[in-house]
């Protein structure tokens, strides 16, 4: 039989699933008493959470209920109230001004954020593809379909098919924003998929596969990274819904202690 804990994430995931996002909605996280659901960006909870999640658990005295999905799914989760907090891992500016289009109701004012940590979004080419370093512009390039064969770059006569999640994740967000403005990608056939560690399977199989993900899916997967001239910086933090709780705090507090950010 499946333990509490199990029981409550699965319910917990549920309820995330199937909530109607409205202004005020929700009546606050389905968790036992002592417990905080964390939701969104699965860039946070790889390079944070699964690293130092027990850790803080420890320190805190408080279960974490974690719901991987994307930046913007965590956010808007946390303004329904079915989140204790956001994980985000890309400025707070930039996924709200995303969300603010299909959702321009929601008190967006209302979000706090907290910066934990920091890494860099990462590039996987095909491990055959001799393209393993290019500048930002032509990455940009790239991502418009300005660029749409290897051949152009020095590489093979095949076309580029950019792999990355769908809109709403950080690493994306980060991406677009560093080197698209307010724009995003269109470059012809991309391939979206639902979480980013489907990245790296997927340009694996695509011989032409430009993926975009970030730095621990390389680290973890020891997939062909193609590097560029210039990094490009991801945030990750933890957002709540105006001053974050006592218990919400603990965690934020201890969060950053491991990775020694100022306070």
Same mark, same amino acid.
């Given at each position: 039989?499946?333990?509490?804990n199990t029981?409550?994430?699965?319910?917990t995931v549920?309820?995330?699933?199937?909530?109607n996002?409205?202004?005020?909605?929700?009546?606050?996280?389905?968790?036992?008493?002592g417990?905080?659901?964390l939701?969104g960006?699965?860039?946070?909870n790889?390079?944070?959470?699964e690293s130092?999640?027990?850790a803080?658990?420890?320190?805190?005295?408080?279960?974490?209920?974690?719901?991987p999905n994307r930046?913007s799914?965590g956010?808007?989760a946390?303004?329904?109230?079915n989140a204790?907090?956001?994980?985000?891992?890309t400025?707070?500016?930039?996924?709200?001004?995303?969300?603010?289009?299909?959702?321009?109701g929601?008190p967006f004012?209302r979000?706090?954020?907290?910066?934990?940590?920091?890494t860099?979004?990462?590039?996987?080419v095909?491990?055959?593809?001799?393209?393993?370093?290019?500048?930002?512009?032509?990455?940009?390039?790239i991502?418009t379909?300005?660029?749409?064969?290897?051949?152009?770059?020095?590489?093979?006569d095949?076309?580029?098919?950019?792999?990355?999640?769908?809109?709403? %994740?950080g690493? +994306?967000? @980060? =991406?677009?924003?560093?080197?698209l #403005?307010?724009?995003? /990608? *269109?470059a012809?056939?991309a391939?979206?998929?639902?979480? %980013?560690?489907? +990245?790296? @399977? =997927?340009?694996?199989q695509?011989? #032409?596969g430009?993926? /975009? *993900?970030?730095?621990?899916?390389?680290?973890?997967?020891?997939?062909?990274?193609?590097? @560029?001239?210039v990094?490009?910086e991801?945030?990750?933090?933890?957002?709540?819904l105006?001053?974050?709780s006592a218990e919400a705090a603990?965690?934020?507090?201890?969060m950053?202690?491991k990775?020694?950010v100022?306070?």
């Amino acid at each position: 039989m499946p333990s509490n804990n199990t029981l409550v994430r699965f319910a917990t995931v549920a309820l995330a699933c199937l909530f109607n996002v409205t202004a005020g909605a929700g009546e606050g996280p389905v968790v036992s008493r002592g417990s905080l659901v964390l939701q969104g960006s699965t860039t946070f909870n790889t390079m944070v959470v699964e690293s130092f999640g027990k850790a803080v658990e420890d320190e805190t005295g408080l279960k974490l209920v974690i719901i991987p999905n994307r930046s913007s799914l965590g956010l808007l989760a946390l303004l329904a109230n079915n989140a204790s907090l956001a994980m985000l891992s890309t400025a707070l500016e930039t996924e709200v001004d995303l969300l603010r289009q299909s959702n321009p109701g929601l008190p967006f004012e209302r979000l706090r954020a907290f910066e934990i940590a920091r890494t860099r979004a990462a590039f996987v080419v095909h491990p055959s593809n001799p393209i393993k370093n290019l500048p930002l512009e032509s990455v940009g390039k790239i991502l418009t379909g300005e660029i749409r064969n290897w051949k152009d770059l020095g590489g093979p006569d095949l076309p580029v098919r950019v792999v990355a999640v769908r809109p709403g %994740g950080g690493v +994306i967000a @980060t =991406v677009e924003s560093r080197l698209l #403005g307010k724009g995003h /990608i *269109t470059a012809p056939d991309a391939i979206r998929v639902q979480v %980013g560690t489907q +990245i790296v @399977t =997927v340009v694996g199989q695509e011989p #032409g596969g430009f993926g /975009i *993900t970030h730095l621990g899916v390389v680290k973890a997967s020891h997939a062909a990274e193609l590097t @560029t001239d210039v990094a490009i910086e991801q945030t990750l933090s933890l957002v709540s819904l105006d001053t974050p709780s006592a218990e919400a705090a603990a965690v934020i507090e201890a969060m950053r202690r491991k990775f020694m950010v100022p306070q």
